[in-house]
C-alpha cells in the first residue's frame, strides 16, 4: 500500500517538474544495525537490510519538492526481562513527501540549505518466533508531520559533503497484536512521542553524460521513540529503537 502510494507521489512530482529538468532519481541499499529496548528491560538487537528509492526537484533558489520510499527487513535477537531469549522477524515501511526552497550560494564555494516540512506514513512489524515463548506480532503505525533540512557543500566540483536532520511528529500512533494463539487480535494505543534522524552525506559527481551522475555514501543515525501509555488489555510499554548504519544512494539527474 506505501509502495503504490510512493509511486503515485513520483508521478504527481514528475508532472510538476519534468520541463524544468531540476528532477532527480535516486535508488540504494540502506544497511543498519538496530537495538530495541523496552521499559521492562527487553533488548534485541541485529542487522536491518533495506531499499530506499525516491525522487527530488532542486532548483537554485527555487521549491525543492521530494519524495522517497524505504523498505527494510531482517532477523533480530535478545532477551526479555526474565533473560529468556527471544527472536523475531523485524520490518518497516516508510513513505514520506517533503515541500521547501533551496537557498544556494556561489560565493567563496557552492554551498545549498533546504529548510522543509512535509507529511509521511509509518509501519514496522516484529514478529517474534521460535524458540521464544511468546509467539505473536507486533504492529505499530501512526502518519506523521516532519521538518528538518538538507545542506550541502562543495569542496571540489566533483565533491561535497553536508548534514542533513529530520525530526518527525507522530500523529495518533497505535500497536496492533495479532498471531497470539491466546488472545484475540487487539489494538493498543501508543503515546506520540518525537522521532529523530541525522545524515552525514558524502557525495561524487560524474563527468560527462554518464548513467549515474551521483554516488553518494549516507551514514546516519535514528532514534525511533514510541512512548507508553495505559491501554486495553494491555499497558503499551515505552519502546525505544536506535539505528546505525549507511544508505548507498545511486542518482540520475536531468
Known sequence: MLLHRFFLLCLLLSSFSIH???LEFYAGPEISYLERQRQTGTHQEGQINGLRVGVDRIKRHGFYLGADYLYGCGEIEGKNSREKAIFSNFSNEII???LGYCLQHDWPKKQFFIPFGGWGSFTQSNQ???PTEMICTFTEHFNFFVVGFLSGFNFTPLLSMGINFKVRFMQN???DITDDPYF???TMIVKDSTQYRLELPFVCKSRGPWLLTK???IPFYELRQFGGRESFPFDYIETKYHLYGANLKLSRCF
Open 20 to 22: 524544468a529538468r531540476y
Open 96 to 98: 514520506e513527501v517533503r
Open 128 to 130: 517474534f518466533i521460535p
Open 173 to 175: 500512533s497505535a500497536c
Open 184 to 186: 484475540d487480535d487487539i
Open 215 to 217: 554516488i553518494a555514501l
